[in-house]
């Protein structure tokens, strides 16, 4: 069955750039979310989109901004990068048809140096 | 402050031996997820309950729901190192979220 694809999957950026992640959800799922995790930590919730519309904000840092597309794929914007900003990044997706219940794709390694 | 409590946060523990992992919460959700996860991998969806006191089995893994839906448990029997991995709960009411317990991490020595 296809899964929750996150590209890339292993990134390496210096202080004060910019990066984009990128997240194509399971096939007619309409929600999208994305997290952080930090070594040791469990996932903080960032942002969610459900059908193209921001859903739900959690804390994403005003230098971060994300959208979903047309086509139900989510990119995560990450400007002005800080070292801080190391850490596994997570998108999920899930349908609101049914049981909601989200599925995780294998995530983004950013390091910032 | 964290919506799902988790407990205990580490547990090491013998292969063979057995292990129940809590989650708890004052707020009800209208569901639940246990997840588990490997390190540098994204969280795998194990099982999501939905019903207060349901009880969900997966070979050697059961899942209970609290009547009230603020709390749930994973029972292990007979663990496994295949078992070790970081296992996550994660609640949602509304789809917009999902609040994720502070985890435990299990390690299952041979």
């Known amino acids: 069955a296809a899964g929750v694809i996150q590209s890339p999957r292993h990134l390496i950026k210096e202080k004060r750039e910019t990066a984009t992640l990128k997240c194509y959800p399971i096939?007619?799922?309409?929600?999208v979310y994305w997290y952080q995790q930090g070594p040791g930590q469990d996932p903080q919730f960032l942002i969610s989109?459900?059908?193209?519309?921001?859903?739900d904000k959690g804390s994403i840092p005003d230098r971060f901004s994300a959208q979903q597309f047309s086509d139900y794929h989510s990119e995560l914007n990450m400007s002005s990068l800080e070292l801080g900003d190391s850490a596994l990044y997570f998108c999920a997706s899930s349908t609101r048809t049914g049981i909601t219940e989200a599925f995780f794709g294998q995530g983004t390694r950013l390091t910032v140096v | 402050t964290q919506l799902l409590e988790q407990s205990p946060q580490f547990l090491s523990i013998q292969e063979g031996e057995n292990l129940t992992v809590y989650c708890n919460s004052s707020s009800v959700f209208s569901s639940l997820q246990w997840y588990r996860q490997e390190p540098g991998e994204g969280p795998v969806l194990l099982v999501t309950?939905?019903?207060?006191?349901e009880v969900k089995k997966l070979k050697r893994l059961t899942f209970q729901f609290g009547d009230a839906r603020k709390d749930s448990s994973l029972h292990i029997t007979a663990a496994q190192p295949g078992d070790t991995g970081l296992y996550l709960c994660?609640?949602?009411?509304?789809?917009?979220?999902?609040?994720f317990g502070t985890g435990t991490s299990l390690t299952v020595i041979p």
């Open positions: 309950v939905v019903t207060g006191g």
């Open positions: 994660a609640g949602s009411n509304t789809g917009n979220q999902f609040y």
């Open positions: 096939p007619r799922h309409d929600t």
């Open positions: 989109f459900y059908e193209k519309m921001q859903s």
